[in-house]
């Protein structure tokens, strides 16, 4: 009977279904993990499948805190990003309801006419056209399943870059502040020998009002440094999930030295290419789009097609018997559909194109900025710096000889820090540019849409 | 005793030489030229010779009865004192140029070669010449291009103390050094001096740390010297106790006339540039204000042992690359000031804040080739003067100018701290 048939076969497939790994519960997260760790050596978590953080976050807060003991609190802490990474849930349980057949449906019906035999007909159908097309429902659900997989280790890995720059930017705002603290001191000191020529009646007022004002100044500028720091350490905090006395940690070290030189230009765009997870993300969405495409002709050729038994008794006699109900695609195959499907396709081939475009420029531009970067840092480290060390030295012989006075000598100490000032600028653009590189060669291009937005003041 | 080649001989002080004897003149060689000494002038008439401290005189040679002098302008290295060299221009190897001696009516022949990198000429200051010989670049005569020899030939028809120097771009080849001392002798002299000292004056702008004098600076001079030497490269002036002395100064500084004060002596102005002064027209002075572009003699019988300062009574001459640039700290209280700066600057020291004695011996690291404030370690303590300062030292039964030390003062005659003792007993309390 194949009605029977069409049961068992049904039966068979639920059974199918409910084994399905990729409808699991942890959604391909293992996947997503076993990527992260090989391109960027960290530690993903999914609050949902590996609990709270707990004591974890306490424990790497016990020690001073790098860059990379920052992503790793941030990984497993923010709860942006935990949220993000919920993409997952939600695709997993698109699938789930993609994979499952429809419900039976029963139809019972009773008429009853004084002096006749009451007449009553039962009926159990089911839609047939979506069991028919389980798997290809199914398979665009897995597929977008796969693109969100994808698409949540690129959105990691660019979360784990935006808190790598926040960690350097505050490091930096910390060696300016300590810089200007230092260019206050040398105010400070200016001012105090101003204040004493004035005593002694050997500068007039008005040198030391400039005197004065210039170490006003320097107040303000520490104290806008002060604030720049604050907030970078704020933002930091927001980005790591702490608060109350979890802010007390305590930062560990300076901006570091260059690292070794930047990748060769060779091999650097056809790695980007091949490692991009962007790419794999829109390859999957366009799988996904296909199979809509290929679902929807299908469905319009056998649109609603419910199918089932029937049991009835009219005027005496029992019927029992298959039912069967259709649409006729005489007008609508369906064409809206696969063209909106088709759209979808050539929408993100273009999109596939122009990413592969922005990554190649990207990882060129990422190369390009790491080398001037480092040119600039070991300028200001050999040239400049040493320069402005000599300078100090031979402002001190020349007031050692009395041809300059102690305000251009401490002048010149001031003139030192504010090179040390842009020699720490530099060294903070070069780790900027560091961390972009990793970015794009990780396979995650930086500014890529859905980054989490985590703009702070 | 006098080689074909040794054109330089005896120049200045000759040691005992000098008291001894004089060297030979005019040997006639089998072509007719006599080469000759430069004590040659001073034998003619009996006088001593020019000492020209730190210098020499211009040796020449006689060619048919003409004194023949070769003057080569050209770049220097120069020492203006002990730790500051400096990149001049000079003439024969040397600034202040050699000192041209003759003898009033010598018919003289002067070669002047330039190895500068510009254009120059020789004016013969004070010199009464043909219009055609008077050296102004351009009024007189072409420029002497570089490379290019002139040949200038005169007379000297007057005795006196006259000067050489550049007349094309004269700001620059004099503030570089260019210039020199003419001494034309007296043929007959009523009387002779035993000691005739030809000193130049000039003035330098030698940024502290450079090594290029800069002849741009208009007023800001910070190497003041004696014949292109500043204190302490200044030699001793050695004179034997009795002995008549004439100094002769001319100066040529950029813009500055110089009050020459002389220590221990009362003296007579007794020529200039112009001539001699009538002696009835001259009169005593301790301090000789010589002009820019004027010489002036004085004389003095050197009867007052001892070591005896002479200098540029203008204070500011008589220091050695003084800056200005910094604040004025004199009286300033240093309390604290030490612990404050020098975790900003470890090399930082407080210091001019009691005045800016003993500067120049504070054993602070200097800038390269500079002697800011320095002067010397004197008998009694340290000598805080540079620049326009010598000694003038007068000995008794010396047999040699060589500098003879610091003068040993007689007993119960130099100046000591009062005892208390002593302050009582003249009624002055402290």
Redesign the interface.
Known sequence: MPIMKLVTHSCMLLLLLSLSACAARDAGFESVRDLIDQRAGLDAHWRYLDGPPDERVAEILSRPVGSEEAVRIALLNNSDLQASIEELGIARALLLDASLPPNIELEAERSEVPSERAEFSFAATTDLSRLLFLPMYRGVASAELDAVRFQTAGMILGFAHSVRTAYYDYQAAEQLLELDE?VL??AA?SY??AQ??H?????PAL?LANERAFYEESRGQAAIAEAVAFSRRERLNALMGLSGMETNWQLAGRLADPQEEAPDLVDLEARSIDQSLDLVELEHRYRAAARRANLARAEGLLPSLRAGVELSREEGTREFGPVISLDLPLFNQGQGQVALARAEMRQLELQYRARAVRIRSAVRTARNELLVDARRVEHYRDVLLPLREQI???T???????????????AA?RDQVRTAQEYVRALQEYWHARATMDQILAGRLVSAEGDLDMGMP | MISRRNFVMGSGIAGGGLLAGRPAVALQDAEGVAEVGTDAPAQQTGSASVVTPNGVSLPFRVVEGVKVFHLIAEPVEHEFAPGLKGSCWGYNGRTSGPTIEAVEGDRVRIYVTNRLPEPTTIHWHGIILPNGMDGVGGLNQPYIRPGETFRYEFTFLYPGTYMYHPHVDEMTQMGMGLMGMIVVHQRNPRYQVDRDFAIMLSEWYVPIGARRPDPREMSDFNVLTLNSKAFPGTEPLVVRTGQRVRMRFGNLSAMDNHPIHLHGYFFKITATDGGPIAETAQWPETTVLVPVGATRDIEFVADAPGDWAMHCHFTHHIMNQMGHEGPNVIGLDPAGLDDRIRPLLPGYMTMGQSGMAGMGHMGMSMPDNSIPMKGAPGKHDYLDMGGMFTVLKVRDDITSYQDPGWYQNPPGTLSRQASSEELEADGISL
């Open positions: 230092t001191e040398a000191a105090d020998v004493r020529l005593d002694a009646g050997n500068i040198e100090i030295d031979e001190q012989l020349q007031y050692n000889a009395m041809e300059l006075g102690v305000f251009q000598l401490i100490r």
